[in-house]
């Protein structure tokens, strides 16, 4: 239920738009973050060179000020703490919201809170930060309160493609002194996406993808992630056409769409190959018939971080196995 309730929570407090749910979801499944076209329209930019004071306009374009690199942060995002991590910056995450389980040292850090969008703020004072990074899930009004506090809070925003996630890396990597750490992060996830882009390049035939992210079932629309690095691997993705980000869908449209593969992003939460064979009216599809049906990692494609070249790579193997033998 929690993971249905995140998604309401994300909806309100962004005015746009994986965690902790129950086993057996019945609504709408939560976004780790938001979908990557509703990333904030104000891209970062570093001003000054991070080896001296560091001069930065953040997601809400706000001015951000740093004396010199970040030692003690808090991050309030999964994907921000995997940024953090990913670049070099680990040692200097003091605090993590509760999602942060990844990598496994994140859990080292001290537990700030987030459910439901409400963090400790007493806890977050009292690590004594120099730099709170907040991400996309966060509203303005969380940033605003923060500040009043006498934090300093630098807001990343979502980005929509890879070339903007390589920035987000960018800019974490300058504002805690890992600069070459986030450009040896992007050269890797750069040539690894092109890795993928190249095994693809002879593809002719985009078979429709089904991703799931609740049983009831609910799918990734058109702006999300999923929607993007579906296309980028090779495949036509079911939710496309949909009108909004998260979308509930009937069997009614899932049978007219037919689709030759079913991808379960809802996997850690019971659903399997086996469960969705049962259920009523899903043996018509072509993906059951075919036994095309896969567990996901939803992680990799909800949290906009390093791990989406990850699932970039893992959904392309699963649409383009033969391109990969």
């Known amino acids: 239920m929690f993971r249905k309730l995140m998604i309401a929570l994300v909806g309100l407090t962004l005015l746009l738009a994986a965690c902790a749910p129950s086993a057996s979801p019945t609504s709408a499944p939560v976004a780790t973050e938001a979908p990557a076209t509703q990333a904030a329209t104000l891209e970062p930019t570093l001003t000054e060179a991070p ?27 999964p994907a921000t703490t995997e940024i953090l991590f990913a670049v070099g910056a680990g040692a200097q995450v003091v605090g993590r919201d509760m999602f942060s389980d990844y990598p496994a040292e994140a859990l080292d850090a001290a537990d700030i809170g987030g459910s439901f969008g ?40 979502n980005p929509t ?71 980028r691997a090779g495949g036509t993705n079911f939710g496309a ?42 043996s018509a599809l072509t993906a059951v018939k075919d036994q095309q049906i896969f567990p996901f990692d939803d992680n990799l494609v909800s949290r906009p971080g390093p791990r989406l070249v990850d699932g970039l790579e893992a959904l392309a193997r699963l649409i383009h196995p033969e391109a990969f033998k």
């Not at 400790?120 to 899930?137: C, F, K, Y």
């Not at 949909?242 to 019971?270: K, N, R």
């Open 51 to 77: 080896a001296g004071p560091i001069t930065l306009t953040d997601g809400l374009g706000r001015t951000v000020e740093l004396p010199g690199p970040a030692l003690r942060i808090v991050s309030l995002t």
């Open 118 to 157: 409400e963090y400790n703020t007493e806890a977050i004072v009292s690590l004594q930060p120099d730099l709170v990074v907040a991400g996309g899930i966060n509203p303005p009004e969380l940033v605003a309160n923060l500040e009043s506090l006498g934090l300093t809070v630098y807001f990343l925003s």
């Open 161 to 231: 493609t890879l070339d903007e996630l390589y920035t987000n890396i960018q800019i974490l990597g300058s504002m805690t002194g890992n600069e070459s750490g986030a450009t040896d992060v992007i050269a890797n996830l750069d040539d690894r996406a092109k890795v993928v882009d190249a095994k693809l390049a002879g593809v002719t035939e985009k078979p429709i993808v089904y991703y799931e992210l609740d049983a009831t079932p609910y799918t990734a629309g058109p702006g999300t992630f999923v929607d993007l690095l579906i296309a």
């Open 241 to 282: 056409s949909m009108d909004s980000a998260w979308a509930q869908i009937s069997l009614e449209q899932l049978l007219v769409a037919d689709p030759s593969i079913i991808i379960l992003g809802d996997s850690a939460y019971g659903e399997a190959p086996e469960t969705v064979t049962a259920r009523p009216g899903w």
